[in-house]
């Protein structure tokens, strides 16, 4: 082997580590970009934990709202066959009389039962558009987990 080929040797030698040194940097590249990845992984989780905790307190609320309306439906049942037998009484005592005040009290008391009702109907109302909300934001929560899960 004469001197020129320890020559060809040397600078094969030599791209050999200039090429393993750019592996080099390229793999700490790497590494950095993934404890980035890792970091950013981290937040998410911890700002997913924040929403699941707040959504966890949204549906605790809408249970307790939940609750209260079941606590009005059956208050408006009671109200309703307590209406129902004045009503029953009403029409025994008009058959018997026919006095007319009592169709004027009779026709008073539908119309604010009609009234109250309305007011109820609008407040369930409200109360569902709420709910439908919630849980748009729940799926949307939903999907970005999974998306995140996806990518993790």
Do not use: C
Request: proline content about 1%.
């Amino acid at each position: 082997m004469g001197s020129g080929d320890i020559t060809k040797e040397h600078d094969k030698l030599n791209r050999v580590l200039a090429e393993i040194a750019e592996l080099r940097a390229i793999m700490n590249g790497f590494g950095n970009a993934l404890a980035s990845v890792k970091t950013d992984v981290a937040e998410l989780k911890v700002g997913l934990s924040s929403v699941e905790s707040r959504l966890t307190a949204v549906e605790t609320r809408l249970t307790s709202v939940e609750t209260r309306l079941t606590s009005v439906e059956s208050r408006l049942t009671s109200v309703e066959s307590r209406v129902d037998d004045v009503e029953e009484k009403l029409a025994r005592r008009l058959q018997e009389t026919k006095p007319i005040w009592v169709d004027q009290l009779k026709n008073e008391l539908r119309s604010e039962m009609q009234k109250g009702f309305r007011e109820l109907s609008y407040r369930i109302d409200a109360l569902a558009v709420e709910f439908n909300k919630f849980q748009g934001y729940q799926r949307d929560l939903d999907d970005r987990i999974i998306t995140l899960e996806h990518q993790h």
